[in-house]
């Protein structure tokens, strides 16, 4: 059995959710939900208690995904690994803040998350 057999998948990008989701499934991981808004993922959470949370920064909805982590962060120790597609220090300084089990550049090479995982 996997360590974080039970994923959240946050990403706001439809194929990339989808792409991502089946390469994960097919490594023999489950998607408990894919989400696509920061407040969403607060509930998911709640809902699914995931074992791992994969998040992107960037986020449909009002709040990002590094807000949306710390929301989470208040009830829940699950683990995340952020994504970006930006190059941003500032960005990158308050992930990090967070303890993230990783920050990850987009676009994703699958073998990168997998040892992550």
């Known amino acids: 059995m996997k360590k974080y057999s039970k994923i959240l998948l946050v990403e706001d990008e439809t194929l990339i959710a989808i792409s991502l989701g089946m390469q994960l499934e097919t490594a023999g ?27 992107d920064i960037n986020l449909a ?8 982590a710390k929301a989470i962060r208040q ?18 300084r308050r992930a990090l803040e967070l303890n993230p089990l990783g920050l990850l550049r987009k676009p994703l090479r699958f073998h990168d998350l997998e040892a992550l995982i």
């Open 29 to 55: 991981y489950t998607i408990c939900g894919q989400i696509g808004a920061g407040e969403n993922a607060i509930n998911a959470v709640r809902e699914h208690e995931p074992d791992l949370i994969i998040m």
């Open 75 to 92: 009830t829940h120790s699950t683990p995340i690994i952020f994504m970006t597609g930006y190059l941003d220090s500032e960005l990158d």
């Open 61 to 68: 909805g009002s709040i990002d995904g590094i807000e949306a």
